[in-house]
T-cell receptor, first 110, second 114 residues
Framework: LAKTTQPISMDSYEGQEVNITCSHNNIATNDYITWYQQFPSQGPRFIIQGYKTKVTNEVASLFIPADRKSSTLSLPRVSLSDTAVYYCLVGQTGANNLFFGTGTRLTVIP | DAGVIQSPRHEVTEMGQEVTLRCKPISGHNSLFWYRQTMMRGLELLIYFNNNVPIDDSGMPEDRFSAKMPNASFSTLKIQPSEPRDSAVYFC????????????FGQGTRLTVV
């Protein structure tokens, strides 16, 4: 399993774009990168997944450089409701190795 | 679909008692995961099933913990006997095996052992 490293916490003001970077230096060729969001008192929620370059959905964008040793989750114009813990996971889609790290606690400030 | 359903939402029990947590995965999903979350240890994967078969239970902390999946629509996590250090939020999640990393989590069961 590729180990992931994320900042423990981040603060941002409402309306700003937030970028959370995850390092995964030992990522394997078959590994995908997946991000989850967890609100207090709730289970984690899948946000986005990608393999390379850029993926965008209605919630976020995921940027993956060519060497794939890191990835950046981008949240456009955050609101107070985006305050949550964000987890980066790396693993093969064919394997059920859904291991969570410590995550990044994002606090959005009014 | 109502999503992953866990019961009970809250459980308070005395040390030494047996505790059974229940999970109903999303219909059609064939992978099921049990997690435990605490402030100290974060989210720990306890066990996961694929097509009702336990694939990896290396995360199960002790023999006091056991999990079963008798059919595709039901799973249990049992702790016997329970101890105060088992107090945590227990999550169940399910996914479709072709997209195992896109898992859907239940609301969790908050277990308190006194």
């Amino acid at each position: 399993l590729a180990k992931t490293t994320q900042p423990i916490s981040m603060d941002s003001y409402e309306g700003q774009e937030v970028n959370i970077t995850c390092s995964h230096n030992n990522i394997a060729t078959n590994d995908y990168i997946t991000w989850y969001q967890q609100f207090p008192s709730q289970g984690p929620r899948f946000i986005i997944q990608g393999y390379k370059t850029k993926v965008t959905n209605e919630v976020a964008s995921l940027f993956i450089p060519a060497d794939r040793k890191s990835s950046t989750l981008s949240l456009p114009r955050v609101s107070l409701s985006d305050t949550a813990v964000y987890y980066c996971l790396v693993g093969q889609t064919g394997a059920n190795n859904l291991f969570f790290g410590t995550g990044t606690r994002l606090t959005v400030i009014p | 679909d109502a999503g992953v359903i866990q019961s009970p939402r809250h459980e308070v029990t005395e040390m030494g008692q047996e505790v059974t947590l229940r999970c109903k995965p999303i219909s059609g999903h064939n992978s099921l995961f049990w997690y435990r979350q605490t402030m100290m240890r974060g989210l720990e994967l306890l066990i996961y099933f694929n097509n009702n078969v336990p694939i990896d239970d290396s995360g199960m902390p002790e023999d006091r913990f056991s999990a079963k999946m008798p059919n595709a629509s039901f799973s249990t996590l049992k702790i016997q006997p329970s101890e105060p250090r088992d107090s945590a939020v227990y999550f169940c999640a399910s996914s479709f095996s072709r997209s195992p990393h896109e898992a859907f989590f239940g609301q969790g069961t908050r277990l308190t052992v006194v």
